[in-house]
């Protein structure tokens, strides 16, 4: 028979540890970030709301940002969503943000918590814009970039940029519409 205090965790068991330690945090972190940090889909993204039916109406360049980006967004962003999910899907599932490894050390230290394993947000170690989240006593290791670079306002929010460069606050919009979609799910 085996003994009740060694049993193996429920999955649930283990996303709460996860949720718990910040790991899951950091993980997502590294995923929207990799999302973001890819040029070939931001490229994407850009020329079709360069594109987009909305920009070419006359009078675009004379509604608010918002409404701007509601328009284009209702125009192309089921498009722009499943392109963006397509991503946050090859990311999870290549090796690039270590989940297997994060979650086999939360279910580790739940299985063996005499061991006395730190919870593995404790251990976030600073190098340049990166940080790394290491799970207590294991290998793994999650990179998650820090976001306190990341500026107040995106690209061409600015009053400044207003009327020059209304396809790249469109752009913009899009996309930070979409990455927060994306973040919050």
């Given at each position: ?101 994060t979650v086999e050390a939360v279910y580790n230290r739940i299985l063996n918590p005499e ?71």
């Amino acid at each position: 028979m085996s003994d009740p205090k060694h049993r193996p965790p429920t999955a649930a068991e283990v996303v709460g540890r996860l949720k718990d330690d910040g790991d899951f945090d950091a993980l997502r972190r590294a995923i929207v970030r990799k999302v973001k940090d890819n040029e070939v889909l931001r490229n994407k993204i850009i020329s079709e709301v360069k594109q987009s039916v909305i920009l070419q109406e006359d009078g675009s360049e004379k509604l608010k940002l918002k409404e701007l980006s509601d328009a284009i967004y209702k125009d192309i962003g089921s498009k722009i969503m499943g392109q963006i999910s397509d991503e946050v899907w090859n990311v999870i599932q290549s090796n690039e943000t270590d989940i297997r490894g994060t979650v086999e050390a939360v279910y580790n230290r739940i299985l063996n918590p005499e061991e006395a394993h730190e919870p593995s947000s404790k251990k976030l170690k600073r190098k340049g814009k990166e940080q790394q989240v290491l799970p207590a006593k294991t290998q793994t290791t999650v990179a998650a970039e820090a976001e306190d670079d990341d500026p107040l306002e995106p690209p061409g929010f600015g009053r400044n940029n207003q009327h020059n460069n209304i396809a790249a606050v469109a752009a913009a919009a899009a996309a930070a519409a979409t990455t927060t979609t994306v973040a919050a799910e």
